[in-house]
């Protein structure tokens, strides 16, 4: 028999599938932003912003437990249902279609920003990069903290895999994402989605192919010295571990950096 070739899409635009693969970790993440926030975040104020909100699975989280949240992406389809998502819980959150290095909530100031799961490698120059730290730092009071994930590079890796098989209702979703050896003078990566999906009785095979910016830890240490306004405080890893604390040059490559944005004027109003 011959084998079913898989459909090229943007997995961004289904984002009912995206949202199953990756809700699995909504509780636990929610629970580590809240940790976070407690413990490193001296504004203490409960305003919070997403750059990459997608699906919208934090954002209803954190709206659920009192913080007042808005969030961008680019997608269209990813924003339709977030807020599909947030009327159907009866919450409330600020939405907007933007761009990374390009995004604005007006004179609104946040005590907290985050950006999960590598979103932030979408943008593919360094110039995006340092605009888009520049932004969050403009959006972010003084003692304000941002959140960032990344997977950082080992460029003599060959590659690996990342496996999530989950049923929700009547759906069941297999995602295999595949990295394929960074490429060091081009800074990028290549990386593949697969979606196996049965959804009430229909079968899809998907896949979505990017290229993401890659660092390795002297690189993100450089360019987060491009934005003064922050001092990396520490990183943990994507267990979300507050108890466990990594170094950018120890060994773990997958990490979510705490960056605190300083005082102006040595007043952390």
Known sequence: ??????????????????????????????????????????????????????????????????????????????????????????????????????????????????????????MPTECAARRHLSLVADALRPGGVYVLGLHLSDYSDQGHMERWDVQRDNVHVICNIRTWPANRKRRTALMRARLTVRDLGQFHQLQSTWVARTYGPRQFRALLSGEDRFELLCCHSFEYDIGEVLSLEGDRLDIVAILRRRPDNGCES
């Open 1 to 122: 028999m011959k084998r079913k070739r898989f459909q090229e899409i943007d997995w961004y635009e289904t984002p009912g599938y995206y949202d199953i693969v990756f809700d699995t970790e909504t509780t636990t993440q929610a629970a580590f932003l809240e940790r976070v926030r407690t413990k490193y975040v001296r504004s203490r104020g409960k305003r919070v912003l997403e750059p990459a909100c997608g699906s919208g699975r934090l954002v209803a989280a954190l709206a659920s437990h009192g913080y007042e949240v808005c969030g961008f992406d680019m997608s269209r389809a990813m924003l339709a249902y977030a807020r599909e998502r947030l009327r159907h819980q009866g919450l409330e959150a600020i939405l907007k279609r933007m761009d990374f290095a390009d995004f604005s909530f007006g004179r609104r100031r946040f005590d907290l920003a985050y950006c999960l799961v590598g979103s932030f490698q979408h």
